[in-house]
Nanobody
């Protein structure tokens, strides 16, 4: 059993910053790619950023230059530093991790419960 718990969401004014965190816990052998997705009201969930275990990153075009994803492998934690926030960034942000559990040969796709980010004046 693996759990992902996000924190750091909230209300921020346009141009402000937030830092999201997500900690993975449970019966974990290896965590491969970790990432952040978001879902705005009435829209499909979209990828925001991913980071491999080796540190390679990928971003959706709309956040490039504003958001930075990072991870601390020793703490099983992924972060999303969000700067220059816009109203279009308002969404529920979900943490995702591709995990191989203890005693399992297979990868599994794990999700957090989501954290609300609201950008508004």
């Amino acid at each position: 059993q693996v759990q992902l718990v996000e924190s750091g969401g909230g209300l921020v004014q346009p141009g402000g910053s937030l830092r999201l965190s997500c900690v993975a816990s449970g019966s974990i052998f290896i965590i491969n790619t970790m990432g952040w997705y978001r879902q705005a009201p009435g829209k499909q969930r979209e990828l925001v950023a991913t980071i491999t275990s080796g540190g390679h990153t990928n971003y959706v075009d709309s956040v490039k230059g504003r958001f930075t994803i990072s991870r601390d492998n020793a703490k099983n934690t992924v972060y999303l530093q969000m700067n220059s926030l816009k109203s279009d960034d308002t969404a529920v942000y979900y943490c995702n991790a591709i995990i191989i559990g203890l005693g399992s040969p297979y990868e599994s796709d794990s999700w957090g419960q989501g954290t609300q980010v609201t950008v508004s004046s």
